[in-house]
């Protein structure tokens, strides 16, 4: 009988992966050969509703006219193109999109712009990209389909947690590619959706689609997995793409920028960043905003280069590995990321890898921990509410903040 039992189930899962999640093409906001730097101008307090497009009304008309008039000179001085612009309030700046036409690098153009008595920075547009990929082909609390086989109910015992916290009343934004709002899983769940990423792109991605199913898939529905929050509400904000060729994930600093304006807008508890990319000064400067307002950020490791990963590098941000790292990486903490089933586009399931997911998996333990904090929650020091770097004991850190036995949590099913 329980050879059948594990047959059947094996089955199951074979059937998931069967079939792959298609994907689309997605132009992205800068090609490869299309460099083009960030040039920040100051404004004064003018009043400005983030949210709005690249060009979107603002301000003092007269003062518009004179930073673009500003823009255009040193555009024009400095043998470059304007392409556009966004102004960014919360921290005192308009930020002018120009391409660099010709063999200049973008750093040596940014440091040039840099020294110009009107110019706050000026900083490279740069590119990132998330951190996980498809994995190749486990008595449950909960009668999900695939819930036995999620590392989180083995290792975080994740019906126990959900006894004294399922993120209710806790706001996450996701800043990642489009999430599938219409997937079995996450159909009804509380889930905002907005786009950053220039163009008119519908369809769901998948790397978005199966972060927000780590953190807010359905559970007890008898069908796929369950989401470590499954009650919180997630903003899924758009500022990745993804592309045909080799499935990779981008985002640029501009989308990600105007993401997290708006994440600290809507004054959300937790930001995901399951993405790495170079040090960047405008996206660093609202990671510190936030921090500083009280809002828990969590971001991904790159375990090809773990000490210089950004912005986990940045001070204050909760930095995630893949559980490869664990054995020779100290300094970051561990969590599931290995063979991990969750949602995909079109309805499906399937297995995934990497830090992304483990993030994932962080970012819905943290708005546990800040629902169990209650009041409290915007001063959780959030670097020990999880306990030592290294794999996050999952049981101990909820019982820190509840009435959880953590030996009696660690030997549950």
């Given at each position: 009988?329980?050879?059948?039992?594990?047959?059947?189930?094996a089955?199951?899962?074979?059937?998931?992966?069967?079939?792959?999640?298609?994907?689309?093409?997605?132009?992205?906001?800068?090609?490869?050969?299309?460099?083009?730097?960030?040039?920040?101008?100051?404004?004064?307090?003018?009043?400005?509703?983030?949210?709005?497009?690249?060009?979107?009304?603002?301000?003092?008309?007269?003062?518009?006219?004179?930073?673009?008039?500003?823009?255009?000179?040193?555009?024009?001085?400095?043998?470059l193109?304007i392409?556009?612009?966004?102004?960014?309030?919360?921290?005192?700046?308009?930020?002018?999109?120009?391409?660099?036409?010709?063999?200049?690098?973008?750093?040596?153009?940014?440091?040039?712009?840099?020294?110009?008595?009107?110019?706050?920075?000026?900083?490279?547009?740069?590119t990132?990209?998330?951190?996980?990929?498809v994995?190749?082909?486990?008595?449950?609390?909960?009668?999900?389909?695939?819930?036995?086989?999620?590392?989180?109910?083995?290792?975080?015992?994740?019906?126990?947690?959900?006894r004294?916290?399922?993120?209710?009343?806790?706001?996450?934004?996701?800043?990642?590619?489009?999430?599938?709002?219409?997937h079995?899983?996450?159909?009804?769940?509380?889930?905002?959706?907005?786009?950053?990423?220039?163009?008119n792109?519908?369809?769901?991605?998948?790397?978005?689609?199966?972060?927000?199913?780590?953190?807010?898939?359905?559970?007890?529905?008898?069908?796929?997995?369950?989401?470590?929050?499954?009650?919180?509400?997630?903003?899924?904000?758009?500022?990745?793409?993804?592309?045909?060729?080799g499935?990779?994930?981008m985002?640029?600093?501009?989308?990600?920028?105007?993401?997290?304006?708006?994440?600290?807008?809507?004054?959300?508890?937790?930001?995901?960043?399951?993405?790495?990319?170079?040090?960047?000064?405008?996206?660093?400067?609202?990671?510190?905003?936030?921090m500083?307002?009280?809002?828990?950020?969590?971001?991904?490791?790159?375990?090809?280069?773990?000490?210089?990963?950004?912005?986990?590098?940045?001070?204050?941000?909760?930095?995630?590995?893949?559980?490869?790292?664990?054995?020779?990486?100290?300094?970051?903490?561990?969590?599931?990321?290995?063979?991990?089933?969750?949602?995909?586009?079109?309805?499906?399931?399937?297995?995934?890898?990497?830090?992304?997911?483990?993030?994932?998996?962080?970012?819905?333990?943290?708005?546990?921990?800040?629902q169990?904090?209650?009041?409290?929650?915007?001063h959780?020091?959030?670097?020990?509410?999880?306990?030592?770097?290294?794999?996050?004991?999952?049981?101990?850190?909820?019982?820190?903040?509840s009435?959880?036995?953590?030996?009696?949590?660690?030997?549950?099913?």
């Amino acid at each position: 009988m329980l050879r059948q039992i594990l047959t059947a189930f094996a089955l199951c899962i074979a059937s998931v992966l069967s079939v792959a999640p298609s994907a689309h093409a997605q132009a992205p906001a800068a090609q490869a050969d299309d460099k083009r730097v960030m040039v920040m101008l100051r404004i004064g307090p003018d009043h400005f509703r983030a949210g709005s497009d690249y060009g979107g009304s603002y301000g003092s008309a007269v003062a518009q006219r004179m930073r673009m008039r500003i823009a255009a000179r040193i555009a024009r001085e400095h043998k470059l193109t304007i392409i556009t612009n966004w102004p960014m309030q919360l921290i005192g700046v308009d930020c002018i999109i120009m391409s660099v036409p010709d063999g200049r690098s973008t750093e040596t153009v940014a440091a040039e712009l840099s020294q110009l008595p009107d110019v706050q920075w000026s900083q490279p547009l740069n590119t990132f990209e998330m951190q996980g990929g498809v994995a190749t082909p486990k008595r449950s609390a909960y009668n999900d389909r695939l819930y036995p086989a999620q590392p989180s109910s083995v290792r975080w015992h994740l019906a126990s947690l959900h006894r004294f916290a399922t993120g209710r009343g806790v706001s996450i934004a996701i800043v990642d590619s489009r999430i599938d709002t219409t997937h079995p899983d996450l159909a009804g769940q509380s889930i905002t959706v907005q786009d950053f990423v220039p163009g008119n792109r519908m369809l769901p991605e998948r790397h978005g689609t199966g972060v927000a199913g780590i953190i807010a898939a359905r559970p007890n529905n008898a069908m796929g997995i369950a989401g470590v929050a499954p009650a919180a509400r997630i903003y899924g904000l758009r500022a990745c793409w993804e592309l045909t060729a080799g499935g990779r994930t981008m985002c640029d600093t501009l989308s990600l920028a105007r993401a997290l304006t708006v994440a600290l807008e809507r004054r959300v508890d937790v930001v995901n960043l399951s993405l790495t990319g170079p040090s960047d000064r405008l996206i660093s400067t609202l990671i510190g905003l936030a921090m500083a307002r009280g809002i828990t950020v969590v971001a991904a490791v790159d375990a090809a280069n773990p000490d210089a990963s950004f912005p986990a590098s940045v001070a204050g941000v909760i930095r995630v590995g893949d559980e490869r790292l664990s054995a020779r990486h100290g300094n970051v903490y561990i969590a599931p990321s290995l063979d991990i089933p969750t949602t995909a586009p079109e309805g499906k399931w399937s297995l995934v890898n990497g830090s992304s997911y483990a993030t994932a998996h962080v970012s819905g333990l943290a708005a546990l921990l800040k629902q169990l904090s209650g009041a409290r929650r915007g001063h959780m020091s959030s670097l020990s509410a999880f306990g030592p770097l290294g794999a996050i004991d999952a049981c101990a850190a909820i019982a820190r903040l509840s009435a959880l036995d953590p030996q009696a949590c660690r030997s549950s099913h």
